[in-house]
């Protein structure tokens, strides 16, 4: 189904205009999910995912290179974000149901695998999937995320880590920080963006998307109960080691991660490739965009 309604106009598939790419909705895991895809049906599928508090459009930049490539591209709003379902309940957010909701995905546009991109939770959901299905997964790509169980062992033993992940536990309050974000008509998320990344790295017309895309009936505590559910329904994983070959691309000037996750996470994949970018922060995909889709094309390709 193509959707058309003005009401989101500026967070469907007409907001990129650099490549033909068309809107759908996709009924996978339950759930209906927002998709954007272009490129050549019959080219190998690459599945970009987005984190918090992105939708599709934080991958807008990486489209064109694909797909004047040959790759067929799907980048979902995943859900609680955006113009996707948001289903009730803290629950429903598990990565667990996050990652199930990429493999439906794959197999509905009747394919086995798919090369899977993540950055941030889009990133979580990518290792998740590896972990648990990696048959359907035939390269990996990271993007600043840490792989889970170093994630949980720096939690423990790193208190850099730890202050750096202040803001994850206040998003575990009941309604509080939906009513602060409301409340500052949703310039606290605009600032957070701001403040995390190189000046000038989001623009004006960005940051207005962001904010639509942000004021979605449902859509705050969508977003925050992806945290929410972490912290209630920790995961326990089949495997530690990530047989899926790798590629982790870490901006070093991240505010939010440390470096040291990337690396141990590089140690836990025996076919991986680690690029670590300097003075470039957790946005990797917007301040360094030619950068990233250079080391996708090579990374997918098999170089």
């Not at 790759?71 to 149901?97: C, F, H, M």
């Not at 959901?125 to 035939?138: I, K, M």
């Not at 990996?140 to 208190?159: D, K, M, T, W, Y």
Request: with cysteine; aromatic share 10%.
């Amino acid at each position: 189904m193509v959707m058309t309604s003005a009401e989101h106009v500026g967070t469907d598939a007409a907001s990129c205009s650099t490549v033909d790419a068309e809107s759908t909705v996709r009924h996978v895991n339950g759930v209906e999910l927002h998709v954007v895809e272009a490129g050549d049906d019959d080219g190998p599928l690459v599945v970009l995912l987005h984190g918090f508090p992105e939708y599709w459009y934080g991958w807008h930049r990486q489209l064109e290179p694909l797909v004047d490539a040959g790759y067929r591209v799907i980048v979902p709003d995943q859900r609680g974000y955006n113009l996707s379902e948001k289903p009730t309940g803290v629950g429903a957010y598990r990565v667990r149901e996050c990652s199930r909701d990429v493999a439906a995905l794959i197999s509905g546009a009747g394919r086995e695998r798919a090369h899977v991109v993540g950055h941030d939770w889009g990133g979580m959901v990518a290792w998740d999937l590896a972990l648990r299905e990696p048959s359907t997964v035939d390269r990996l790509g990271i993007v600043n995320a840490p792989q889970p169980s170093v994630f949980r062992q720096h939690l423990r033993s790193n208190p850099e880590q730890l202050r750096r992940s202040w803001y994850v536990f206040w998003f575990q309050l009941p309604w509080l920080p939906e009513l602060a974000v409301r409340v500052s008509d949703f310039r606290l998320l605009e600032r957070a963006l701001r403040a995390t990344a190189a000046p000038g790295t989001f623009s004006e017309t960005d940051l207005e998307r962001y904010g639509s895309a942000w004021r979605v009936d449902g859509a705050l505590t969508g977003m925050l109960n992806w945290y929410r559910a972490a912290a209630r329904y920790p995961p326990t994983y089949p495997r530690a080691q990530v047989d899926v070959p790798t590629m982790i691309v870490w901006g070093e000037s991240d505010t939010a991660l440390t470096t040291p996750l990337a690396v141990d996470s590089d140690q836990r994949c025996p076919t991986s490739r680690l690029e670590l970018l300097p003075e470039t922060s957790h946005w990797v995909q917007h301040e360094r965009p030619e950068r990233l889709s250079e080391l996708l094309l090579e990374w997918l390709s098999g170089a």
